[in-house]
């Protein structure tokens, strides 16, 4: 069987190191599903969720906040601004925040809150989507 080396880090740390067969990313132009030897790339990525599949076809899940993904044919990094597992996501406060967002972009300030509330907006629901799919996942 093929696989693929993965590397997930952000600043913060080194979030995941291994094989897959599959790696799934939330590209700016839509979702990117990457297998061994795919074509090189590098792309910006959205918040959202990285779903990788190892060998034994165990997934993991993680939420991204955004950053850059690079595609070489034996290996795929993801250079995330943030990066959590999605089992380690907690719900309560993504929930917080999708909720002080949409009141500031309902206040309607002034542009600079408004756009940094979309932002903040994006990235909690991304949050909440991905603890939704593991979810859905688990019950399987």
Do not use: W
């Not at 590098?42 to 939420?63: A, C, H, N, S």
């Amino acid at each position: 069987m093929s696989t693929i080396r993965v590397e997930v880090v952000s600043a913060e740390a080194e979030i995941f190191k291994g094989e897959a067969k599959l790696v799934v990313v939330s590209g700016e132009m839509g979702d990117l599903g990457i297998a061994p030897r795919h074509a090189p790339l590098i792309t910006r990525i959205k918040p959202g969720q990285v779903r990788i599949i190892k060998p034994d076809d165990d997934e993991l899940f993680l939420y991204v906040s955004g950053g850059i993904l690079e595609v070489q044919p034996t290996v795929v990094t993801i250079l995330a601004d943030s990066a959590v597992r999605a089992a380690d996501l907690d719900e309560a406060v993504a929930l917080q925040a999708k909720q002080n967002a949409e009141a500031a972009i309902a206040n309607r300030t002034d542009a600079v809150e408004v756009a940094k509330a979309q932002v903040e907006l994006a990235q909690s629901m991304a949050q909440l989507q991905a603890l939704e799919r593991l979810r859905k996942t688990l019950k399987h």
